[in-house]
């Protein structure tokens, strides 16, 4: 094996070993939500026509748990190999950054699509979905993944303790995956808040990502799809930088 | 002889200390090295520098001729480093542990590769742990697979920076074996250890940094040679004292008189003194030099000027 593929096959291991935690827990996250919220507002929200409360949501809960379960891995390895020194393993191999980048970004968009399917296909059940323009559903799941697991890259390097690293996670990411349309269209917020939306990149992902269901959506999904994939370039040299640099890695 | 490691001129500061102060060093491809010297002094940081771990400020390191900067893929496969830390990866167990590790060396899945995994583990008295997660394994386990990590890819130039903190006698002694066997097959080792008594007996050749500079360089032969000498340690009967020509010369540690001398013609004199003073003893004895002996000295700034020695 190269050392890219090893650090690939490292990384997907380490959260497969503890799927429990990192698989089969977020999908089950993602169905209590949906169980709560459709109960509550099935009959009361139709988004859009011809789409009931309940399908609407599903596809936003995908993506939500596909972003946050990308970050989490990456972040989440980086931060503890970091802290309990085992990072040193993979620094003292004669492993490019560019690989290191690749092998840590792929694997949490493998996590974060598994966690994505799993909730996809535990939430089929409840809802009737369509799946009108799939490759939508492809490319947004991948960029947005590819973004968080950047972002994921970036906080794990950073962040020189577990608490730095919540923070990270609680009072950026967070917000923003809530605050994105996961649970409502943004043409049903006030002025204001439906501007502030559209500053918020992960708005984009899931509007794009839900449009490939139902071939509906808040904006263009090329409009999002500019807008994801400059993200998603504009963080991979952030990340391939800092991995270059040995910020926070090689003292 | 071509050099295994070769330091030229290597600075390094960390905020307002100067960890590496312009090193200097050759290390010769076969040779079972030491490199001494107090905590802080500057060993580790210059281990992390041959490792890349660590970005130098100026100067240049290489490794079997690559330098760890620009041709850093290489020098780095040349290279097998068993940390000072005893870090582990708790996902894994032993064996998968070597197996990523060979992985990231680009050391593909082959009968010769397990079979190297399989005979790092025997060696290291680790077969029966093989297949067991590493957290479950004690503090000693765990130093030997960070050993068996270093020697995967079977580098030619093996650093172990203090291998044998906090373990047991036995292990010791397995380790230093396994490790005396790699450098007769040609490996060269580089040790940092705080059992002067190890370096003593292993190294060939010895540095000793004080302060990112190297102080002291030489066989190990020589610098006992050089900086130690014997020692006639007298403890006095209860209520005698020694003359006070001896006192000047001697130091005193829990009750015993230690007087340093290079030739045993000397010790005649000393005698006749004490016998002289009519100063009865309950215990004497002569020491060797050793290599403590010759770290306190260099480290006190014992050596005189002009002294420092280069091979």
């Known amino acids: ?251 | 002889m071509t050099s295994a490691i070769h330091v030229q001129q290597v600075t390094k500061r960390f905020g307002s200390v100067q960890a590496l102060a312009g090193v200097d060093l050759e290390v010769r491809e076969g040779e079972f090295f030491g490199l001494l010297g107090p905590n802080g002094a500057g060993k580790t940081t210059l281990i992390s520098a041959l490792a890349g771990l660590v970005r130098l400020d100026s100067g240049h390191i290489e490794v079997m001729g690559c330098d760890v900067i620009a041709d850093y893929r290489n020098a780095r496969r040349q290279l097998g480093v068993v940390p000072q830390e005893l870090v582990f990866d708790p996902f894994f167990s032993v064996r998968e542990t070597l197996r990523i590790q060979c992985g990231y060396f680009g050391i593909r899945q082959s009968r010769e590769r397990d079979a190297w995994i399989d005979e790092i583990l025997e060696n290291l008295d680790l077969t029966s742990k093989a297949d067991a997660n590493m957290r479950a394994l004690s503090g000693g386990m765990k130093r030997r697979v960070l050993v068996a990590q270093a020697l995967v890819h079977r580098p030619p130039v093996i650093v172990l920076d203090e291998p044998t903190a906090g373990v047991d006698v036995e292990l010791r002694q397995t380790l230093w074996q396994f490790i005396r066997r790699l450098n007769r097959d040609g490996h060269t080792v580089v040790l940092t250890t705080h059992y002067l008594e190890e370096a003593e007996s292993l190294c060939g050749r010895i540095a000793m940094l004080k302060a990112g500079r190297v102080v002291a360089l030489d066989t190990t032969a020589n610098l006992l040679r050089s900086f130690s000498t014997h020692a006639l340690r007298l403890k006095p009967m209860l209520g005698a004292t020694l003359p006070t020509a001896l006192l000047r010369r001697a130091e005193n540690k829990e009750g015993v008189w230690t007087i340093a001398f290079d030739q045993f013609e000397e010790i005649e004199p000393v005698l006749a003194e004490l016998r002289a003073a009519g100063c009865s003893l309950d215990d004497l004895e002569i020491g060797k030099p050793d290599l403590e002996d010759v770290f306190v000295r260099v480290m006190r700034g014992k050596v005189e000027a002009g002294a420092e020695v280069r091979a």
């Open chain 1, 1 to 251: 094996m190269t050392g890219f593929s090893t650090l690939f096959y490292k990384e997907v291991l380490r959260f497969w070993k503890v799927g429990f935690q990192t698989v089969a827990a977020p999908v089950m996250t993602a169905l209590l939500y949906l169980l709560i919220f459709s109960h509550v507002l099935e009959a009361h929200v139709q988004v859009y026509p011809g789409v009931t409360y309940t399908a609407f949501l599903v596809p936003g809960l995908v993506m939500m748990s596909v972003l946050q379960n990308a970050f989490a891995n990456s972040s989440s390895s980086l931060i503890q190999s970091k802290v309990t020194g085992s990072i040193i393993f993979v620094l003292l191999p004669p492993i490019s950054y560019r690989a290191f980048y690749l092998a840590y970004v792929l694997a949490a968009v493998l996590r974060g699509v598994s966690v994505g399917v799993g909730v996809l296909l535990a939430t089929l059940w409840f809802a009737p979905l369509q799946f009108v323009e799939p490759q939508w559903i492809i490319v947004f799941a991948m960029l947005g993944g590819g973004i968080l697991a950047c972002l994921g890259v970036i906080a794990g390097i950073w962040a020189d303790k577990f608490d730095q690293l919540a923070a990270f996670q609680n009072f950026i990411i967070l917000p923003l995956t809530f605050l994105s349309g996961v649970f409502y269209s943004i043409h049903t917020l006030p002025p204001f808040w439906q501007l502030a939306s559209h500053w918020n990149p992960i708005f984009y992902m899931i509007d794009g990502f839900r449009h490939g269901f139902f071939g509906i959506s808040d904006v263009s999904p090329w409009q999002s799809f500019t807008i994801v994939t400059t993200c998603f370039v504009l963080l991979s040299a952030l990340t391939l930088e800092m991995l270059k640099r040995g910020y926070k890695l090689r003292a």
